[in-house]
């Protein structure tokens, strides 16, 4: 793909309890010692502070306030043979963080004995936690992965803030949110700002920056085909709300952002998907940038999932598509929205960019004209997913698959104009008759496990199909 996977930097307190009795101890130093030097998997792929063996409580306290003091992020516990379960409580009353336990299946350690009296013990007092055993084979470090990733995401969202411009559009119900359980569940802000700051700031841009842009942009995609409702003044118009939209987003401090559009911008201005398609990149005429989640049609749920989905994956695009069809012979989904999907969707091995299979042509609807991008997302394995609620609970859809290219005829059945992705999943009709959203939400890979270790962390149901 034409964008670099970032490491996601968690944090990780990765605390050993022991036992309390001297003469067994000193019996099990060796098998302690020689199963600590198998972690480092762990310790080269992330930022740890570790603890020496915690025997009293008094240790457990002090190791605990120095993983504090250095902003630990996760807890890992490591019962390399047994160790008194009270220690394992005591860490989790004084580290409230997401909590792994890791033992080993080796016979002669007791491992599997610590882990259960210290996984009974945190069941008990309601402590969610997540187990892993044989840290050595390639699926249980995957696990293990998945939950450090899972915790640092959840770190990096607590305190963030989205920018919704506009409220809720075309009645999409699904689209809204409540605050209160935003901060509630993910310690996360929503800000709302007129739509009409867009406009203002769009056409007091420089000329001069607006002509780079624009000439930039026309000259990396496929091609452009005026027609009605799209001019080259309308082509300006997107350009410009892009970069109004940029520079709102930094000024104000917003983490991501979701736009109304329609109808005021799309009938009395201009269709912002160009802006979706940039914001969402990690390119344009300035080089290399962040993608920056920005959700259509301000869906306030949708642009969280997207964020979510950006954290895990260490900063890459995530798209917002419609469910539009299933093919029920073939088992193909077709998704289809017209704003919200990143050219690199579209990468090849010709152009790592995917911008020159982006073709802008006139837009479906909106009085205010504009051009829409015309593009399938390129053949590569995605994960899609999307927050729901179910009775005010929220519950997160996950769905494993594979996109394709599609004849033309495929193409036709829905919206040439819009950007569409073709997917190859086991989700059928069942998807339908349970999924809480017309919106998904689409990333590049297999993040699965990472997403369920989300869920788990936070409380949430989930379903997957894979």
């Given at each position: ?148 990733a899972a915790a640092g995401a959840r770190a990096a969202l607590r305190g963030q803030t989205l920018g919704l411009f506009g409220g809720r559009s075309l009645g999409i119900f699904t689209a809204t949110a409540d605050p209160a359980q935003w901060q509630r ?241 086991t989700a059928g009709r069942d998807f339908i008759l349970e999924y809480g959203s017309n919106h998904l939400h689409l990333t590049s890979g297999e993040y699965v496990e990472e997403l369920v270790a989300f869920c788990r962390q936070a409380g949430i149901a ?5």
């Open positions: 793909m034409g964008y670099q996977i970032l490491p996601m930097n968690t944090k990780v307190a990765l605390a050993t309890p022991g036992d309390s009795r001297d003469d067994f101890y000193a019996k099990r130093i060796g098998l302690m010692e020689a199963e600590s030097a198998k972690l480092d998997w762990l310790r080269n792929g992330f930022e740890v502070v570790e603890s020496r063996v915690l025997r009293t409580a008094e240790q457990t306290a002090a190791f605990a306030a120095e993983a504090t003091a250095w902003g630990a992020q996760a807890l890992v516990v490591h019962l390399p043979v047994w160790a008194d379960p009270i220690l394992t409580v005591k860490l989790s009353n004084h580290l409230p963080l997401p909590i792994l336990l890791l033992a080993n299946t080796l016979p002669q350690t007791s491992s599997i004995v610590g882990l259960l009296g210290a996984g009974g013990a945190l069941d008990q007092i309601g402590c969610r936690h997540t187990r892993a055993l044989d840290y050595t084979t390639a699926e249980e470090q995957r696990q293990v992965l998945a939950f450090l569940l993910f310690g996360v802000d929503i800000e709302t700002v007129d739509q009409a700051e867009i406009i203002a700031r769009a056409e007091s841009l420089p000329p001069d920056e607006v002509e780079r842009h624009l000439r930039w942009f026309t000259g990396c995609v496929g091609g452009v085909t005026y027609g009605e409702g799209f001019t080259p003044l309308k082509l300006e118009r997107q350009v410009r709300s892009y970069l109004a939209t940029r520079k709102l987003v930094a000024e104000r401090g917003f983490d991501f952002v979701g736009v109304k559009c329609q109808p005021e911008l799309s009938d009395g201005y201009v269709s912002q998907c160009v802006a979706h398609t940039l914001m969402n990149g990690t390119l344009d005429a300035d080089g290399a940038k962040a993608a920056t989640v920005h959700a259509c049609e301000s869906d306030a749920d949708g642009a969280l999932t997207m964020q979510i989905l950006h954290l895990l994956t260490g900063g890459q695009p995530v798209g917002l598509l419609d469910v539009r069809w299933l093919n029920q012979s073939t088992g193909l989904w077709t998704l289809a929205n017209c704003g919200a999907t990143a050219a690199a969707f579209c990468a090849t091995p010709a152009d790592p960019t995917g911008l020159s299979a982006i073709h802008l042509v006139p837009h479906v609807f909106g009085q205010g004209g504009g051009g829409a991008l015309s593009a399938v997302i390129a053949p590569q394995p995605v994960t899609l997913a999307r927050l729901c609620r179910r009775d005010g609970e929220y519950w997160m859809a996950i769905v494993s698959g594979c996109t394709e290219y599609a004849t033309r005829e495929d193409l036709a059945l829905t919206t040439p104009a819009f950007p569409q992705a073709f997917l190859r999943t989930y379903k997957v199909w894979r």
